[in-house]
């Protein structure tokens, strides 16, 4: 079984989008499709995004070539929750091995919501081990809890890499209908959001395979506009 995780990202798209109670949210046009090449070949990327009472911005990228398969998932809250963010890396480059990455990366420093959001992971994540780790870069150590999945995986563990991935899916989305609003940490959860954000934007140094896909300019846009906003809804 090869992946498919543009299938993936839109299976949970559709779960958080239904139990989330969340409206579309318009995107420029011109970054909500972008055309490019890939190793000669056609690629296309599809981005879509949302909003919602306990949600100020969710969206769904899918980049597909012959040989590029990615699903990338980012579901950010509303800072008066809070609440961890969702984000979900999905890799595939060529056809033999896939590196999948997903996390509740917390966005407060209170340690009994910390205990609380890996005990509700805890219990939707399967047990069995699934592939071989993969090294996250060091940057990204700062962002992520104590629980990530990141390992590197064969096409005869797709399905079960896909269990795993909703599992986090499924966890965001109990402690999100679980939540309420306490505008006491949202200064403190707007602010680590941006730094988040800014992180991705100036470190993460696999999102330059975007300038080599697409048009530079239109990347850069996509970047700051789409991926990882520089002006985060309130």
């Not at 919602?52 to 769904?60: I, K, T």
């Not at 008066?80 to 091995?97: H, M, N, Q, W």
């Not at 081990?129 to 060091?138: I, N, V």
């Not at 300038?211 to 700051?224: G, H, K, N, Q, S």
């Amino acid at each position: 079984m090869s992946f498919a995780f543009a299938e993936l990202v839109r299976r949970i798209e559709r779960r958080i989008v239904a139990e989330l109670e969340l409206v579309p949210r318009p995107l420029p046009a011109d970054l909500a499709r972008l055309d490019g090449t890939f190793r000669g070949e056609p690629a296309r990327l599809v981005a879509r995004a949302y909003s919602g009472p306990r949600l100020g911005y969710f969206r769904c990228v899918e980049i597909a070539s012959r040989d590029l398969d990615i699903g990338n998932v980012l579901a950010l809250p509303r800072v008066d929750f809070a609440l961890p963010l969702l984000g979900i890396d999905l890799v595939e480059v060529g056809r033999d091995t896939a590196v999948v990455v997903a996390d509740l990366s917390p966005m407060t420093a209170l340690a009994a919501e910390r205990e609380r959001e890996l005990a509700v992971l805890a219990r939707h994540r399967p047990l069995e081990p699934l592939g071989a780790a993969a090294a996250l870069p060091a940057w990204a150590a700062e962002w992520f809890s104590n629980a990530p999945l990141s390992v590197r995986v064969s096409p005869a563990q797709a399905r079960a890499s896909e269990a795993a991935v909703e599992a986090y899916a499924t966890a965001f989305i109990e402690l999100v209908r679980a939540s309420v609003a306490d505008g006491a940490h949202a200064d403190p959860v707007a602010g680590r959001q941006r730094a988040y954000s800014a992180a991705h934007r100036e470190r993460d140094r696999g999102l330059l395979l975007l300038r080599r896909i697409f048009d530079p300019v239109a990347a850069d846009r996509l970047l700051r506009e789409v991926l990882f906003p520089e002006v985060l809804p309130r």
